[in-house]
């Protein structure tokens, strides 16, 4: 049995999963955590790599191994090697002064049609600007800038600062992918380029950024003391929605809505994408097409929060608001708990609105949360498929994915077929993808397993009621 292994490198932990090259069947796992925060020493990362490389089996027998990671990330390395300060993570919001510094000395128009994206603090561009001016000490040592899967890809290898990396520090071995150069703010999913003027103008001078590598192209090796064995092949990574994207063997036409702490939906398309409002960020896939991405703060938290006041698990949520109407008889959530990025309200709070005193029961208020949850989800979809995308179908994963009242009513406010894969570590699985793919020279066509696919059944009425919401609430 040949085996590949895939990386998840996220906020939380660090997931390995070993697969068969043959069937893509899951032979073994390994888990590690991450620390807490949104400013991390990238040392931590790579302590939970090889704790859980160990906990997966090791690598003694497996033929190649492929990273992926949280996208954005700011690592930031001196001429030797070092890490200069400790990597701002995605969710890292200081950054936000930054990103309206940019906008307004390039144009937001200009800005997305040269790089697929309108800077916000979440992308390693406004991260970068950011430390130009909070850290200028720290920013005129900069002389490479990674992402962190980049630099564990880099350090698998066998390459980091010279007094703990056997090959040392040639950041000129750097490499990347395109679905996670296309997350900086300064490389361009059209042109295939780095945009230098960009780069320089955020960090404030130019500097070694990793090379970009083809889907399916080898990184190296991982290093023989390491891996237990020489010629282990690394893969080319990539970031966590592409690398997903992968796992899930998402083609032309499938949306994916992920419903985790926050919500993701993207598409695998054909064409690029340039939206100069910010909504939809203009990324790349890991496979060589396109992935049209909008980002909500607020998804599993919403039903955290109702369960918690109503006193229930998600189950006995997902109940109740299958014993209330479509549309929650007139109740609407517009679910900004933790502010929002799309629309892009940092500082918003939720409404509960249409309360009446025969509509305010239990089970319209837990509908009023799915609902809620979902239909920011849907204009995420609706602003990605007006560009002309078509969708043949809505593939909906994460954790809040498998509760059935969740899977129903997805069916009701989203105007695609819904699919509901069974649970799965979709990110490890995707670069699995990726270290086959180099290890073969072929995309493997590994199963997908559907769990759940409700009937198709919108309900127009719902969206049109969180819309009239919407705006009331925006004035």
């Known amino acids: 049995m040949t085996l590949v292994a895939g990386v998840d490198s996220s906020t939380q932990s660090c997931k390995v999963v070993v697969r068969d090259l043959e069937t893509g069947a899951v032979v073994r796992i390994g888990r590690a955590s991450h620390p807490d925060g949104t400013s991390v020493d990238p040392a931590y990362w790579w302590d939970a ?7 997966a089996g090791g690598l003694a027998d497996v033929a190649a191994i492929s ?7 700011m690592v930031a390395l001196s001429a030797d090697g070092e890490v200069i300060r400790d990597a701002l993570l995605w969710n890292d919001t200081r950054s936000a002064g930054a990103a309206a510094d940019l906008v307004a000395e390039f144009g937001a128009s200009a800005l997305a049609e040269r790089t697929g994206l309108v800077p916000v603090a979440s992308f390693t561009s406004t991260k970068l600007r950011w430390l130009r001016d909070a850290e200028p000490e720290n920013a005129a040592c900069v002389a490479a800038v990674a992402l962190p899967h980049d630099w564990l890809t880099w350090r698998l290898r066998g390459y980091g600062p010279a007094a703990t990396a056997p090959l040392g520090p040639d950041l000129d071995a750097l490499t990347t992918d395109r679905s996670d150069a296309s997350g900086t703010g300064y490389w361009s999913a059209a042109t295939g380029e780095y945009d230098r003027e960009l780069l320089a103008a955020a960090l404030g001078h130019d500097a070694t950024v990793p090379r970009v590598l083809g889907p399916g192209e080898s990184a190296g ?31 032309v036409g499938d949306v994916i809505v992920s419903l985790g702490t926050s919500g993701t939906v993207f598409a695998v398309t054909e064409q690029g994408f340039s939206d100069a409002s910010g ?43 299958m014993d209330a109407e479509p549309g929650a008889s007139g109740l609407t959530l517009v679910p900004y708990f933790e502010g929002e990025r799309t629309p892009n309200l940092p500082d918003a709070t939720a409404s509960l609105s249409g309360m009446t005193l025969a509509n305010t029961t239990r089970e319209n208020m837990a509908r009023a949360a799915i609902e809620g949850m979902l239909a920011a989800q849907s204009v995420g979809m609706e602003a990605i498929l007006a560009a002309g995308v078509t969708a043949r179908r809505a593939l909906l994963v994460g954790g809040s994915a498998q509760n059935p009242a969740v899977q129903a009513i997805a069916a009701q406010v989203f105007d695609v077929p819904v699919e509901v894969p069974e649970p799965g570590e979709y990110v490890a699985a995707g670069a699995a993808v990726q270290a086959a793919w180099a290890l073969t020279g072929e995309r493997p066509d590994w199963p997908l397993a559907v769990v759940a696919a ?6 127009p009425a719902i969206m049109a009621q969180h819309r009239e919401a919407a705006a009331a609430y925006l004035g």
């Open 221 to 251: 090796t991982v290093l023989e003391e390491i891996a237990g064995h020489a010629g282990c092949l690394v893969g080319p990574g990539a970031g966590d929605n592409a690398a997903a994207g992968l796992g899930l063997g998402a083609a």
């Open 49 to 55: 790599l090889l704790a859980a490389l160990a906990e």
């Open 279 to 321: 909504t939809v960020a203009g990324f790349a896939s890991a496979s060589g097409e396109h992935l049209p991405l909008v980002c909500t703060l607020n998804a599993s938290r919403v039903l955290d929060a109702f369960a918690r006041v109503l006193g229930v698990g998600y189950d006995e949520l997902g109940t109740l608001a």
């Open 67 to 73: 990273v992926g990671g949280q996208q954005h990330g």
């Open 454 to 459: 409700p009937p198709q059944d919108t309900r």
